[in-house]
């Protein structure tokens, strides 16, 4: 088990019921995410495993679901299973990566709440899936699926541990075509959040997916 140490920096309120952890090093600077709500709260993704992490999520209440963006977001998810009692969701081809846990693998899609749902959308890696909150007029938490470059826009990135870019942009496809602008209302993003430049979460998502052009995207993006 990690050493217990304090954060240098407390989790942030992005909404008065979602809070982002600061940057884990052990998921390679990822954001984690707590939601907190009535029917069990939702971790998404790992934040580091700390004194201050702990006492923080006890504090709200504890977590029901531990849900995985990616395989790079697992983090010490053993660590938290054992600590919390949570269950942990993660799309099935990346289940094996969680030897002796209790887990929900899921195929496409899965309902943890009657306000969250998770979808499989691979391409960073076989699992990349992101989960879709209902409340805000619509949040999605985008893993390494989606996003923000240098500039601040959000989009899908290539990188050298890109599984499949195809599928990544096919992902991005199908989003647009689930949600709607009054159903996908903001996106936080599971790394560079720096490049956000102080902003929270990236507003007007849906506005901002539909204007990439993909099939440029698809042929000429050089890789981050």
Known sequence: ??????????????????????????????????????????LIDCPAWDEANQKFLQDKGGVQWLFITHRGGIGASKEIQQATQCEISIQEQEAYLLPGLKITPFQKECTLTSSTYVIWTPGHSPGSSCLYYTGLDGVLFSGRHLLPNQQGQIMPLRTSKTFHWR????????????????????????????????????????QQLSQLDLASCLQSQPLV
């Open 1 to 42: 088990m990690n050493t217990p140490s304090l954060s240098l920096k407390p989790p942030r309120p992005v909404f008065d019921n979602i809070f982002a952890f600061p940057p884990n090093r052990d998921t390679l600077g990822g954001t984690a995410y707590l939601i907190v709500e009535n029917q069990g709260n939702i």
């Open 167 to 206: 599928r990544q942009i096919d992902g991005v496809k199908l989003l647009l075509e689930r949600f709607t602008p009054e159903t996908l209302n903001y996106i936080c993003p599971g790394a560079n959040t720096g490049f956000l430049r102080g902003k929270l979460t990236v507003q007007q998502a849906y």
